[in-house]
Structure formats: C-alpha cells, structure tokens
C-alpha cells in the first residue's frame, strides 16, 4: 500500500547531471551566504578573513529546501505550472534567496545583487549581515508570503493562497519540527475546505530530516506504517521519498512529481469536467533526507550529517584553521568551477533549467499579493442603517445589522471570488448568518441530509481552529484578496502570536518598495467581556486590544462602535483599508441604538466627538467629562447621565464617546492621535473625568499619560471579575455599572451638596437592590433591563 | 482490523437496569439544572414559575459525558482503580456536577447542597446564577483540573496529570470540536513522551457526538477507515462504540472498558516487570452518540436529539406552554420517582453505584492536587553563585549557571518523582543542558545509537510545541507537583491564551476554601529580544509582560534578574513560591555580572534598589536618576553611566536597579508595589529619570503614572524595531544604547554647560561610527564589546 515510486529512467542522464549541477549551485550559494565575505568563488585559497566574523544562519534544512525548489523549476517549465514554494522552514533562508538569485528574480528585485562575481560577494555578504538581509525566508525575500520564523502555519498559509485561484499549486514544506506544533498538527485538515473545482491545489511535502534544534523529531521516528496511516488519516495519499544518493533522489523524486501532478490535474479534471464532488484524496509527499544533506559528514570526529549539529552552522571556530580547511574543502566539493562562468554568471546550460517571467517562484504574481488585488465592490453602507428617531430608545442586534451588509458584499463581489469570511463555529453564534444567505459554508467532507448551508464552493471558513482560521485569511490576504474574521473576544488571544508575525511581516513591507499594499485584516471580536454570562469567566477577557497596540503605530487601528451605525460605518472604512490590522470590538446582543446613520459617519470619521444631544454643557465649561468606548460602557454612562441629570439638573456634563481608540494616542505616536490642543478641547485642562472602557482600565492611561489632564482622569473597565451571571451583574463586578461611575461623579466634583450626598446614598441601596434581586430571580431588574434615555 | 467489541453480555441484566436508572438520574439532574428554579422532582405539574427565567448552559454533550461517568463508576468499583476525569467539553459541566452530587462529594464539599429535596433545588438554581456556579467544570465543580472553556488542553492536561503518578488512569473526554484545534491535534503524540513503567495511564475517549454549534465537525464526517487511520498513525489502538440504544451501548462500553483496562494493565505489567521499554500501543475508545442523546427528537417540528440545536439549551421559549410540556415530558421520561426517594435522595441501590471515599472520582486527591504538594528539596542556591570580585568586570552565562541549580533540583528530588522542566526543544539553546547530566529527556520513540540523553523515564520534555509544553506543565501542578518552563520569549506569546486560562483558575481557587495552593507556573523567558541577532525580528516580541500583568496582581509576578547571581536568587524564590505565575526574563549570552550573591540577594528580596557602587549622589540629592530592568538595559545603562562619569565628574547620577517589576506598581494595586512613599525616596520627587527598560517603553508609564514624579519618566525600551544584526545594533535601533541613553541625560538635566554640548556632539559621531562599523565588519566595536565598568 506504500507509495513509492520505482526509480524509472524519468530523467535522462543529461537531465538528471544539470539538475543536479543546479542543486550544487543554490547549496554552494547557500553556504557561501553562511560563511563569506569575501572570496565568493573560492578563485584564491579561503582565509580567516573571507569568513564573516559572526556566523548566522540554518544549514540542516537547506539542502532540502533547494532540492525541493529545483524539482519544482523542472515541475514548472515541463507543465507551464503557476506555483508558488512556501518554505515552513523559514530559517532556511539562505535556499530560498539562492534560488530565486540562480533564477534572476533577485538580481531584478535589487540591482546591487548583480548575477557576477561583485554581485554574488554582496549576495554573501549581505545575509543575516547589519544592514543586510533577514536570515528567514522574510519578506526582503522575492515569492514570499511565508516568513517561517515562528513554526506551525505553512500549511495554512498555503490552503489560504490557492483558495479562488483554481490554476496554482502551492509547494508547501512542512519541516518534521513544525509538523510537532499545534497550529500544524490541525491545518492538516485543511483539504476537507478545499473545493477541487474553484481552488487550486496544495501540495504538502513533509521533510522528514529528523532533527530539531537539539532533539530527534516524532515524525522521523515512528513507523513507516504509522507515518502512513497519519495521513491517510489526515485524508492524503503519502508518496515516499527516501534516501541520500542523489542521483537515486533525483529520479525518484522526479517521478514523484510527475506522478502526483498528473493526479492533482485527475482530481481538478474529474471535479471540472464532470463534476465529481466527492472529497478527493490529495497527493502529499513525505520526503526522507539527511539533515545537512552534502554537507561534511564529520567535524572534529563529531557526526554532522544527517544528525542535529547540521541545523545551524555546522562548524564555526574560525580561528581553527582545520576549519577553515574543512568549509574551504565543503564548498569546493560543489566544483563551482563547473556551476559559475570566469564572471561569476550562472552558465548559461544551468540558467537554461530555470522558469521565465511570472512563472518564476521568486516573481510569480501570487506571492506579491497586491499586485493582483483588486478593490471590493462594497454596497452602500448606509442602506443597511437601522432607524434612529431618538437616541436611546430604540433597540438593535449590532452585528445582526452588519450580516446583512457583509451579506451583499458576499453577494456583489462572487464572480470576483475574492472574498471569504472567516470564524472558528461562531458565525451564527456571532449572528452573522444573514452572510449564508448568498453564500454557504465551505465543507467538502461527509454531507447529510439535514445539513444546512454546506457545500464545496462556501465561502464562509468555519473551523474549530482560530489557528486555522487565521493562517487561511493570512495566505488568503497575502495573495491579494480580502477576508473578515470573527471570533470570541476572549478566545482570539489563541492567535496572539499569529497577530504579531502578521503586524511584524506588514510593518516590513511598508519598507520594501517592490510589495504593494494589501488588504488589512480585519478582526470583527464579539461576543465579548460583558456579554459572555452564558459561558462565564474563562470566555471573558478583552486582553487583545493591549496587545495589537504593541505593535507598529502605522499598521494596526482599534474600533469600538457603541452601536449598530457605528458598526456599518467602521466595517465599510476597514473593508476599503490597505496595509492595517482592523480590530472591530462590537456586542451582538439586542442593545440600545444611539445615532443616525449620518450622525454615525460623522462621529466615526472623527472617531471621537462630544454627544452633544446628551451633554449639558452647551455654551460653557462642563463640571465633569463623562467619556466612554465601546457598546456597554456607553450604555452604563448614558444611564449614569440620565440619573444624575435629573437628580443634579445643575451639574454640567459633557459626554465624550470615543470609536477609534488611537484617537487617544498623541499625535506624535499614531496618525490618527488628536493633537494636544484638540484633545484638551474635549477633555478640558482640569475637570475630572470618568472614562469607561470596555476593556482594561490602565490601557487608557497608558494611551492618555501624556495629556494636560491625565490627572484627572479616572478609569473603570473590566478588572478581571467574572463568573457566569447577568449582563448587569457583569458591569457591577467591575465597578463599570450606571450606579458606580454616577458615584464616581458624586466623589470627584467638589461641592456638589447635600442632594448629592442623598444621592450617593440612594446610588449604594440601588446596588444591594439590585445584588438582592439577581440571586433571587436569576435576571436583572425590569428598570434597569428596560432602560432607555430620557432626555 | 476494526477493533468494536461484540455486545457481550457483560453487565447482568441487573447492573445493566441499575446503570442505566443511575445514568438517567445523572441526566435528570443535568436538565435540572439548565432548567429548573423549582419543583425539582415534578411532584407537581411544572408551570413557567418553576423554570428559570434565563435558560443558560449546554446539553449536547452532557448524556455522553455522564454516560462515561457512569462507565468509570464501575471500573473503579470492579478494580479499585485510582482514577480521574478530564472532560475536554468542559460546557457539560452540569453532567460532572450531577454525577459529583451523585457520588455524595459535592454534598460534602458544599454541604448547602444536601442530597435532598431542598438541595436539589438549590443545586438547580445555583448552575449558571447570579451568586451560583459558573456554567462550566470550572474550580468549583470538585473533581476537576480542567475548566475545559477554552478547547484544546484536554490530552495535555490529562499527560501532565498522570506523569509520574504511576497507578492513576486519566479518562480523558475529547470532544469532536475540541479535536479540531491545534494544540488538541498535536497533544495526541504525548504518548511518545510517557514511560509506561514510571507514568500511570491515559485513556482519551474521543466523543463524537457529530456538531459544534452550528456545523458538523470534522472527524465525524470522514470515513470510518480514515478516523482509524488517524489514531493509528497517531500511536493508539482505536476501539469503536457507537450507537444510541442504551441497553446495547451500556454492554458495548463496559466490555470495551474492560478490555482497554485490561491493556493497559498489561501494557504496565509488561514495562514494570519485564522491562519491556519499548513504546506501546495504548488503547483508545471512539465513543459515537447522538448530541443531546436521550433529548428530544423533535421540538417545533426541528430535529434536536443528534443535531447541533442541541448543543446548548435544546429549546427556551418558555412562554410558549407547548415548551413547557415538551420540557416536563422529556423530564419525565427519565422516572425520577424510581431513582430518589420521598425525601429527594438518590435510592439506596443506585447510590451504592459509586465508588467510596478517595475513589470517588470528585474525591480523588489528584485531582485538588495540593493535598499532595509536597515541596521540592532545593539545594542551597549560593552555592552556585558566580564570584564577583568588582561590579561589570567579570563575564557569565546567567541561564548556563541557573543549569547548574536546576541539575541539582533535579537530582535532589529524584527519588520524590515530583519535578520536571518543559522546553520545546530549546533547553540546550537556552543554556540549560546541565540538566542533562541529572536525567534525560523523555522519549519513548524510536531510538538510534547516536542519540544524546534520550530515554523513556527523562525529567526533561521537550515537544517542538509550546502548547504541548504548557499543557502537560499546567496537568503535572494541578496534580501537586513541581515544574519549570524555559521558552524563547518571543515565542510564549503563543500560549497567551493557555496562560489566561491558567490565571483564571488560579483567581478563582483562591476564592475556594477547599481549593490548597499549587506550586507556581515559572517561566525562565530567555533567547530574548535584545539577543536574538540569529533570528531575527520574528524572534523579538518582549510583550508576554504586558499579557500577564493584565491579570489578577494576587496570581502574578514578573521578574528581571540583571546577572547570573540575581536569576539564582529570583529562581529559589520562584520554585518555593505557591499560587503565583512567575515570570523571568533572562539572557543566555556571556555577560557582565554585578552583584556577589550576597548583594543579589538583598537587591531580589527588596526587588528594587538604588546601587550605590554605581552611583555618585550619596549624601545628596542626584541630578538625575538612571533606572533599569532588564540584563541588557541595565549594561547600557551602566555603559551611558560610566561615560557620564568619566566626561561629567560634577553631575550627579543615581542608578536604579528594577529586579521585580511589580515593584512600580502602587502599593494598593499590587502585595509588592512599593509605597509612594518608598517610590519617592528612590526616584526623587522631582528629577529626570531616564528609564532604560526590557520591554514596551509605555509599560513602565503604565505602572507609574499615578506616582509623583511620574512627567519626569523618560522610557527607553523595544519599539519594535529590528532584524538580524549584531547586539549592540540591536539596542542602536530602538535608541536604548548608551549613547542614546547618555544624549537623554544630557538633553534633561538642565545648565550642564558646554562640556555637555561637546559630549552630545561626540555621542552622536559614535553612533555614525557604529554604524559604519558594523555594516563594514558584521560584528560591535572592540570597544562596545569589550566594555566593562570602570569606576
């Protein structure tokens, strides 16, 4: 049952010693990148000062990597293939910029890198060098959309780029110490998502090379019958490819390719053609080679090939001259003589082996995303406002509101296949299924007949993976298109890291002139801190948005819509945005809506403005700013102002609602912080301030330091309380409550006198009613369930 | 090949018709508590007034998890097996509540909740109400070590549980949507990681009960072949019970019970008498019920029993009376009057169902793992001190000497069998390889002669994923024992969520008196931002800092060692500690020491101090205070000191060491916030303070913005800045050098004359030089290298 291809003549001898002259160009490239500064082509005996003084880079996966690249250039020119390589082992940098050098891709990219004898001391010189290159397969890298530094979602990345793009494959390697993560060990499972019909194809090669860092790998050592069995579990047909000779690995792996791209056309054949539904099994290919593969078999008596020692540099104590000796001998074995012509050129029978043009690896179109984006038709926001006659008095389900707009972006832009939204099981939950209504969701395993809204060509991604999830918009966005992600607030802290290695690859390509922007992410969190008391505590943490500020000012924005034509409004702005992460916080539950759609746009162009219809202080100084951001704790203000202002008619408060959370931010910090000048405009020099957000109350400070009257302010949001409860027993926990922030104006705003004094008091009876009445009735009291503005 | 068990007649029709009237207790008592506030055993008709009025919790895998529970039941009873119950679907919490109840612990533990009338209806009104219990298998519901609201840790946690506990059975409940997550999807391979010699057992039965909450799941919609594919090639030994007739389920389960017991004793027996140290197959059930089993079929004509409406309350429009007849039917169906007696009490021959005493399985001692805590025997830790002759002139490797301690922790607790360290894969790269010489790393895979300190009983885990990593850590404390966790820092981010999770519990457990502390979760965060040169900027994100502190302060500590002799210090206290996440940040690098481990000591336990060896303001008021936390800010900032000194004799300069971190906090926010008071007297009322710091500047202004001279804080620290480049090019980028932290005392400390001037004018000709530098040579200025403080 073991797939392994008999080692037939498919490459003809001259065939076969080309490519693998081609093989010894890109590792000779790959250790000269290591290793040298100087002395590129060995013309004059190798000293310790060719040799950079600090070396950096991954030897034990790169030998593969370039095996793999130069079987793909064969794959490629033979089929006029659209293939774009993903390298999971993005640490073998120094492979990929060696190909894509070899194939002239680079020397296009960065003239500097020429393809002669200067050019290849550069190319050298350059790597993992101050003021050179990334040691990863970065985005400085020409066909990247894969950094690899952190493991666990090539494979991901790779479903995510062929999804809508019917004619690509995508050669995804999946080094043995990624395929241990968690992130990985579930993408596999990508192909029941896979449409045969619209998408294009994924072709996971598993590098077996044994060795992580300092250990042996599990996949490299379990069985040969287990290791088939996991996947054909996983739903694939594993072909094998095993071994060290390379002439042997040449043939065998020749034939495998040939073999599994003629399956890969069946499958895309029989789906097209005949319209064969039926989940296919994918080809995969396991590949088994030694780790530092033609690398020196011993240093120092020590095994180096095929062992963990070869995964950086496999020897580095320069000042030996034994180790000189030994990389000098190394590099030699590849006979560059033979490889590079007396102007350190590619011969021109090697050069010949390469693609042309976009089909290229390094140039292919797909890779640099944005060259084929192309704008989302988006329907008129404004057609899906909900009516607002008064503020506060009306209800509506936010993110309900928003189904129906994603619904006809969905809808508008299907012939362009270029949008999908993304949610590990929570789109419905999310009440986002109105988006069902003009599209499914994608599902290509077992079907049933009681099944709703499933079907092969979906366009909503639902996976109990937001690892998943993320890597499929992520390759999706990478390859120019355009996505929406929506996830439990809490839960997207599962992604944490994934946001960070994706904020980290778009603050590099704002630096790099050859990337053109593409499509932000855009996260729609939901189901969020204060309205999570089905589940309780562990569903309740609003810790994200302090984590997206960490990163680069210029590509990450925060929004926290306080209705439903906030929301419409934000959605539309984040939709149209390049080069961003968007992150969206809205509730789904029925709440109270405040502004017109008008109203709406304006205060969201702003992102933050005074709500004048529920101030007090028109014509004068207010006596307290009452600010808040996001849904709940504007609600809890407007209570608290109505409350005060027909108890206190006297007192002046202004009400400050702030949307875009950066607006917080100096000007100097963030593009979109209000100047001082126009921030102490809204805040006031000296009057206190109760500011309630929806999130962590230090983050507020730590946005707001700055500011002529930080002094004053004073923060409530969520302090870590919470179990499974009401909606208002949630705000009460955290001191968040109506009650609460009117006290907080009662002890803030000197001489206020004796009514208020009584009012503070009726405040804290309010509170005992209200814990009385929940652990009586299980719900919270009719008054304040059924609140609405009265001004 | 299929390994399903004839429906042998192993229950008597007797204890066939006794577990079953027991499972329907557990399931009666389950719907009670979503539903009912009163009339808890229908004595009479039930009327709206009985049902909550918020119908909160989940139904769908609750038959299936009490049907296992009453499963284990008899497997105790039958081999007086020490077992615990992890239910990954950890939303049926009212099914582990039912069956606790059942066994009589929950009485014991809450004796509120009586085993009558009266504590029944209690136990129904307190689930998921205000003032109740949380909705989950949270702290609360004794028996658990796992909340199971965020999906993926079940198997990690049930690995972690049984290391080192060799007669204990995990019965490890993995839900089909949990199985679609990555950490769960890489967890399944823990079994290459466990001695069957040393370790007890884990038996995941995988449940597919067909839907998440609204979409099939995955592995219920793969064939039949592949499903047992997969867990072939994932090392087990699937076993098949599907259905939904409970006489036939109820003989297939307790005969396949029975054989994989009967397994795993053999597989015990094999290892622990004859030696047989070669990995085994270990058993595992794929139990296929319908969601929502024994549920309604129908409800308004909607299939509900085996479909995803009945994941959580299966229907709730209790104004409609017709859902309230549904209700009191389907209720009914279960004969409560056959299995409580007149006073409400579960009837004698069922509950002698249930194990006794400890064997209870919300009893057993492991599973409140600190009635087993014993503490570690700790070597002396000075006696491992670096000897430090003069401050900054003597190099160490800080985590290379922690090796050394943590070796004899290791070999000091040997026989005690209660203390690992977690790394995925990076315990060498992290310089802790002295470990090494006092156990192995844990490996039960395939062996080759080559291979280096791999054996089946190692002390060491290493799993190339963090999640892994955390998840069998987070089981082995949970169980009362001891562990340590070093990780690149970059790369903890991808546990985030594991560790919110993990100081969730830890909150809430302090709030539970019956809960004993654990020993603390210890982090050594190293290979960190400002020496990760090799990698790269994917590798370089300090913001796990952030992360944690935005979590309870009485749960967590973060720590900053600024030499080897400090991190020995910080680790005694960490390993002795309970309750606590601790975090360290330490580098790995040879670097300056400073303190003698005397100094260490005092300057750790104060957690903050001014170093009068570097400072020149005794017996007055300093001109300016250099603060820092973190190894490398405080070398730069002893850097930028000396030069201070040496070009600006008159200036006076107080250098202040931050070890840990909470210290900045106020004293009311945080057990080790200094006072105000305190603050003052180290930062001065009134002078510039120039901050180098370790992480995300703002972090610092976060902790301090309510101090006094907090608008004189002047923060240096990472803003996400970097690439592969040399240390001091590193620090160059974020302006966090010397020179950089020199230029800001000189650009704030006013009237320092022209000699001042002239010195900013040389530190920014250093800077050119430096970078003209190190893009020539690739490696930092002998004399930046080379530096060493000269006072």
Request: hydrophobic share 40%.
């Amino acid at each position: 049952m073991t797939l392994t291809m008999p080692t037939l003549e498919t490459l003809s001898a001259e065939e076969l010693r080309l490519m693998n002259a081609y093989w010894r160009a890109a590792n000779y490239l790959s250790i000269g990148q290591i290793y040298l500064l100087a002395n590129p082509l060995l013309t004059e005996p190798l000293k310790r000062e060719h040799i950079k003084p600090r070396l950096l880079g991954h030897w034990g996966t790169t030998p593969g990597l370039n095996f793999i690249y130069v079987h793909f250039n064969r794959l490629i020119k033979q089929n006029d293939l659209n293939a774009i390589y993903i390298a999971g082992p993005g640490h073998g940098g120094p492979g990929l910029v060696a190909n894509t050098y070899l194939e002239g891709v680079y020397s296009e990219v960065y003239p500097d890198i020429s393809q002669d004898t200067l050019g290849m001391q550069r190319l050298f010189k350059q790597f993992s060098f101050p003021g050179g290159i990334p040691s990863h397969v970065a985005p400085e890298t020409p066909g990247s959309i894969h950094e690899g530094g952190e493991l666990g979602y090539a494979l991901s990345h790779a479903y995510g780029a062929v999804f809508d793009n019917p004619d690509l494959v995508a050669c995804c390697v999946v080094g043995d110490g990624e395929a241990e993560t968690g992130p990985m060990a579930a993408s596999w499972h990508s192909n029941k998502f896979l449409d045969a019909a619209r998408d294009g194809a994924v072709l996971p090669i598993l590098h077996l090379n044994g060795y992580k860092i300092a250990n042996p790998t599990v996949l490299a050592r379990i069985s040969h019958e287990e290791l088939e069995n996991l996947f054909r579990g996983y739903g694939y047909k594993p072909y094998f490819v095993e071994g060290d000779d390379p002439e042997i690995m040449h043939q065998t792996m020749a034939t495998t390719l040939d073999t599994v791209l003629a399956e890969i056309q069946s499958i895309q054949a029989n789906a097209r053609e005949k319209g064969d539904l039926k989940r296919p099994l994918w080809p995969m290919i396991i590949l088994r080679t030694p780790k530092g593969w033609t690398g020196p078999k011993y240093v120092d008596g020590l095994k180096t090939e095929g062992y963990w020692r070869s995964h950086q540099v496999p020897f580095s104590e320069m000042d030996k001259p034994e180790h000189v000796t030994v990389l000098e001998n190394w590099m030699k074995s590849y006979r560059p003589e033979e490889l590079f012509d007396e102007r350190g050129a590619l011969i021109p029978e090697l050069a010949a082996l390469a693609p042309t043009g976009d089909r290229r690896m390094g140039a292919n179109p797909h890779a640099n995303g944005a060259a084929l984006l192309k704008g989302l038709r988006l329907p008129a926001f404004r057609d899906y406002a909900l009516t607002v006659d008064r503020p506060g008095v009306t209800y509506g389900e936010a993110t309900r509101v928003l189904g129906g707009f994603l619904r006809d972006v969905m809808a508008q832009n299907a012939d362009r296949q270029n949008f999908r939204v993304f949610s590990p099981d929570e789109n419905n939950s999310n009440r986002l299924d109105a988006i069902l209504s003009a599209t499914n969701r994608a599902w290509d395993a077992e079907m049933l007949p009681e099944d709703d809204r499933l079907a092969p060509d979906g366009r909503v991604m639902e996976i109990l993976s937001e690892h998943t999830c993320q890597g499929w918009l992520e390759g999706y966005l990478l390859t120019g298109r355009h996505g929406f992600f929506s996830c439990y607030e809490a839960f997207i802290h599962i992604v944490d890291s994934m946001f960070n290695q994706h904020a980290k690859w778009l603050k590099s390509t704002n630096r790099i002139p050859w990337r053109r922007p593409i499509a932000s992410l855009n996260y729609l969190l939901t189901s969020h801190v204060w309205r999570q008391d089905n589940n309780g505590f562990s569903h309740q943490d609003p810790g994200f948005i302090d984590h997206v500020i960490n990163k680069k000012a210029d590509v990450v924005r925060v929004y926290l819509p306080p209705d439903a034509n906030c929301l419409l409004s934000v959605a539309d702005h984040c939709l149209r945005s390049r080069q961003y992460v968007n992150v969206i916080v809205a509730g789904k539950q029925p709440a109270l809506q405040y502004l017109t759609m008008d109203a709406a746009v304006k205060h969201c162009t702003a992102g933050i403005g005074i709500w004048e219809w529920a101030s007090n202080d028109q014509g004068g100084d207010p006596d307290v700013v009452m600010a808040c951001a996001g849904d709940i704790p504007t609600l809890e203000t407007l209570a608290a102002v109505d409350l005060l202002r027909r108890s206190l008619p006297d007192l002046k408060i202004r009400v400050v609602n702030v949307v875009d959370l950066m607006t917080l931010e100096p000007h100097s910090e963030h593009p979109h912080g209000l100047t001082d000048a126009d921030f102490d405009t809204i805040f006031t020099k000296d009057k206190p301030v109760i500011f309630a957000y929806h999130g962590y109350p230090w983050l507020i400070h730590r946005l707001c330091y700055r500011r002529t009257n930080h002094g004053n302010f004073h923060v409530r949001g969520y302090k870590e309380e919470g179990t499974t409860t009401t909606p208002f027993d949630m705000v009460v926990l955290n001191d968040l409550d109506r009650f609460h922030l009117a006290g907080d104006v009662i002890d803030r705003v000197p001489s206020l006198g004796g009514k208020a004094a009584y009012l503070k008091q009726q405040l804290r009876d309010k509170l005992f009613e209200h814990k009385a009445y929940v652990r009586e009735y299980g719900e919270d009291m009719p008054e304040i369930r059924d609140w609405t503005w009265t001004h």
